[in-house]
């Protein structure tokens, strides 16, 4: 079992979010949320084509992808309409885990106008589709394009995971849940022949679908699906790679007690076992899972007196906070709590509750310069902002 040092500090700070400063002798700088615009239906994620734009991308869990200028702005059109995937209690209201959960754009989309998109049909089955830009229209997806590269049937409406992300050897990284229900009645986050309780890498170049890197971890081993990168997750929902040193960060929502931050380095040969359902955070679980011996703990955790839901984040790497660089922001869904992460010494780690907001933190972005944002499920897009 690898063991981690983790450090709690608890700061409380209000509503405004005002986060600590390293500035001695005169009035500290604060920062907090700025509300930006609110008029979306239960937005899951905001992103960045990283086509020199300016644009941000919205994700609504109804089955839309809606786009903001670079002066906040909404167009009128969608950029992508799925909603006839999308299952019925999608739009019924009430809570729901199904409908679209993730988007990622090529790291060439500038040139090739490629981007995926994650989303739970209404048959339960978890659909990755790709697609292209219209030729016509910089703003709007072509539907024709549509090609889906894989899919599986969730055994359960729950636990679906949801990022999509390139890492930065240009490989795409799935995040799928353990398949849902209560306590992983599957054993899925365990069983290295499905891809639910998983992190999968796979390579989408020059092919209609997709083909598994050579060096994946388990290529080769007749007991491991080769897609999988690392194992042991209940519902990996927002996971996110450090622009700047490559680090890999997995908000993992818990269960009953614990949510956690896993971390897995740059440069990592993959294979990484984070514990579920043997383990949840740093805690056991289900007594009749053997512990694995090569598991993996969390670099962070917090209890449900705390929250309920995680949902990871994003490194600080802008330009406008720079005393915030490296800094590892995250929050949950349930109070709108927020907290700092940072590595201090190897191996060890320090985490700074920032306080709570409120909100449902559905997830965490960046723009093209790296600025943060958080998107609130009730409709709402805000930015972390410093206040003289």
Known sequence: MKHKIVLQIFVLLGLLLPLPSTTHGQDAPQYQWVELINVFDNPLYITNAGDGSGRLFVVEQYGY???????MNLLPEP?????????????QGGYTERGLIGLVFHP????????????????????????????????????????????????????????LAFGPDGYLYVGIGDGGDLGDPLGNGQNTKTPF??????????????????DNPFVGNPDFLPEIWAYGFRNPWRFS????????????????????????????????NYGWNAYEGNHRFSETTPVPED???????????????????????????????????FGDYCNGGVWMTSKVTDGVWVT???????????????????????????????RLERVD
Request: aromatic share 12%.
């Open 241 to 272: 790679f450090d622009r700047e040193t490559g680090d890999l960060y997995i908000g993992d929502v818990g269960e009953a007690s614990w949510e956690e931050i896993d971390y897995q380095p740059a440069g990592s040969p993959g294979g990484q």
């Open 352 to 382: 700074v509750n920032q306080g709570y907001l409120g909100r449902q933190i559905s997830s965490f972005g960046e723009d093209e310069q790296g600025e943060l944002y958080m998107v609130d499920y009730k409709g709402i897009i805000l």
């Open 79 to 91: 950029f992508l309409d799925v909603t006839a995937q999308m299952p019925a209690d999608v739009s």
């Open 65 to 71: 992808v809606l786009i903001l200028d670079q002066d």
């Open 108 to 163: 060439d989309f500038e040139n090739n106008g490629i981007f995926f998109v994650h989303y739970v049909r209404y048959d339960n089955k978890a659909i990755i589709e790709r697609y292209k830009v219209s030729a016509d229209n910089p703003n709007v997806a072509d539907p024709r394009s549509a090609t889906v590269i894989f899919s599986a049937d969730d055994p359960f409406p729950n636990h679906n995971g949801g990022q």
């Open 295 to 329: 598991m993996t703990l969390p670099i962070a955790e917090y209890s449900h007196n705390e929250g309920c839901s995680v949902t990871g984040g994003y490194v600080y790497r802008g330009q406008a906070i720079p005393e915030l660089q490296g800094k590892y922001f």
């Open 197 to 214: 309780g998983k992190l999968l890498r796979i390579d989408i170049n020059n092919t209609d679908t997709y083909t598994v890197p050579t």
